[in-house]
């Protein structure tokens, strides 16, 4: 079964097993393994499985927090489909139904994956399931299945791009973006191009290329998709214009993307399904970000606080919804309540710890400086 490992594991173990003066191989005595094993473990080389991490973790007294770094992924690539997938990367022609099935199953559950357990955790084993997936696409132009194979690439590739581009990569991000497009024209599929065109307007924001953030944005709205579609598109170039200053036509933006996001979730059969998160609870915070840069604090305040309330458990402690925190933060130092921002700063510091995301540990760092200021 896949596993989904906690990038932070191998140094973790590294230093509890220092910390309590074992050798690799008294280790590997203790927690009946073998020192070579361990040592590919510390390295990153080897993905545990949960078993031994149970062993680990009893050896070197770490209170479940080792057996906690590695989980098994049942929704994953199975054994028979990671046969399937070798097979007809070797021979094209045997692609099927069932293995373009299987493909978007796996992201449905990657994209929800990432919800929980963050961005830096899943980025690995999809980029390397992308290689196997480009390698497919390649080799099967000329099949009676490759309209859908097309397009369901074309959806791995975006949200490639997007896990590259939100851990830090921004050039792997951005090649992966101008892949997805290319798959997403030859499957004609007009709300994947659209996305890819809002998620690129993303990554322009990232960088700081506002002008660039704004027409991406706008371009995306020019293809014929969703309303869901065009609301997040809408409502990404309202941001932009707050953040050029334009307080009018944010506003107006903010509108229509309200608009919008209302008739998508009227017709929420109709969405593609990577909008599974678009809802209200998002829109309020996205608006609360725009109010933001408009230096309205208290209604920016107000915003973000009430979607971050309305979101589950696992969701809430996850690294792009510690961001939204860290925004909160820092909405209320310059609103001049330190004490608040300190309070929600330290949420915010906790899932950056708890999720290796040293993004929004960059930035958290940032408003802690605010706030001793």
């Known amino acids: ?93 045997r692609i099927d139904a069932g293995t373009i099935g299987s493909l978007a199953a796996v992201l449905a559950h990657q994209r929800r994956l990432e919800d929980v357990v963050g961005s830096v955790a899943v980025v690995r084993p999809v980029l390397a399931q992308l ?13 009676k299945h490759w ?8 959806q791995w590739a975006q949200f490639g791009g997007w896990l590259a581009a939100t851990t830090g990569d921004h050039a792997t991000g951005r090649s992966w973006y101008v892949r997805a497009m290319e798959w997403s024209t030859e499957a004609g599929n007009p709300h994947l191009t659209a996305t890819v065109l809002s998620m690129r307007g ?27 579609v065009h609301a997040l598109a809408t409502q990404q170039e309202a941001r932009g214009l707050a953040i050029l200053g334009d307080a009018e036509g944010t506003d107006r933006q903010l509108d229509r993307a309200e608009e919008l996001a209302l008739r998508a979730a009227d017709a929420r ?52 919804i510690g961001w939204y925190v860290c925004q909160l933060a820092s909405t209320h130092v310059a609103a001049g309540d330190r004490d608040v921002a300190a309070s929600w700063i330290a949420e915010a510091r906790e899932i950056a710890d708890s999720t290796g995301a040293k993004r929004l540990a960059g930035e958290v760092a940032q408003v802690e400086q605010e706030i001793d200021c």
């Open 1 to 93: 079964m896949p596993r989904i490992v906690d990038p932070r594991l191998p140094a973790t173990l590294r230093a509890l097993r220092e910390q309590a003066g074992l050798s690799l191989r008294d280790l590997a005595k203790r927690a009946y393994s073998s020192r070579s094993h361990l040592h590919d473990i510390e390295q990153g080389r080897k993905s545990p499985p949960p078993d031994l991490m149970v062993r680990l973790d009893e050896a070197l007294g770490a209170g479940g927090h080792l057996a906690g770094m590695v989980r098994d992924d049942p929704a994953g690539l199975s054994g028979d489909e990671q046969q399937r997938l070798r097979a007809a990367i070797t021979q094209p022609r």
């Open 131 to 143: 290689s196997a997936i480009e390698q497919l696409v390649n080799g099967a132009r000329h099949d």
């Open 147 to 154: 309209s859908r194979l097309v397009d369901v690439a074309g």
């Open 202 to 228: 993303h990554l322009a924001w990232v960088r700081g290329e506002t002008a660039a953030m704004v027409e991406l944005s706008r371009a995306a709205v020019w293809q014929p998709a969703s309303p869901g």
């Open 269 to 320: 059969d109709r969405e593609p399904d990577w909008l599974y998160f678009y809802d209200p609870t998002f829109f309020s915070m996205q608006r609360g970000l725009a109010q933001q840069y408009l230096r309205r604090f208290d209604r920016a305040a107000d915003l973000l606080t009430d979607g971050l309330d309305q979101l589950s458990g696992d969701v809430r402690r996850s690294d792009w």
